[in-house]
């Protein structure tokens, strides 16, 4: 089992930067995936970019370019980097990380882009 908290998130305006942490309970060094999906008022959660153990990033079309995801082992800590922030970007971020068969998620922060 692992707990994970997201922070960083909050309200920029379009063309900003945030970058959302997430913390793990333990150690994440043997998490074979980890990384972000967002959900905005009235669709489903969908990714937005993840990666693995051996650092292969994946991106959302919608996000490649703009967006950067990293993970810090010896921190037990995943973020994501977001520049050039857009409204449509406005949506809850979930953490997630993969061990085995099991996926745990954090309770997610919101991150509104407006002006």
């Known amino acids: 089992q692992v707990q994970l908290v997201e922070s960083g998130g909050g309200l920029v305006q379009p063309g900003g930067s945030l970058r959302l942490s997430c913390a793990a309970s333990r150690s994440i060094f043997s998490f074979r995936l980890t990384g972000w999906y967002r959900q905005a008022p009235g669709k489903q959660r969908e990714l937005v970019a993840t990666i693995t153990s051996g650092g292969m990033t994946d991106y959302a079309a919608s996000v490649k370019g703009r967006f950067s995801v990293s993970r810090d082992n010896a921190k037990n800590t995943v973020y994501l980097q977001m520049n050039s922030l857009r409204p449509e970007d406005t949506a809850v971020y979930y953490c997630?990380?993969?061990?085995?068969?099991?996926?745990?998620w954090g309770q997610g922060t919101q991150v509104t882009v407006s002006s």
């Open positions: 997630t990380a993969a061990s085995g068969p099991d996926d745990f």
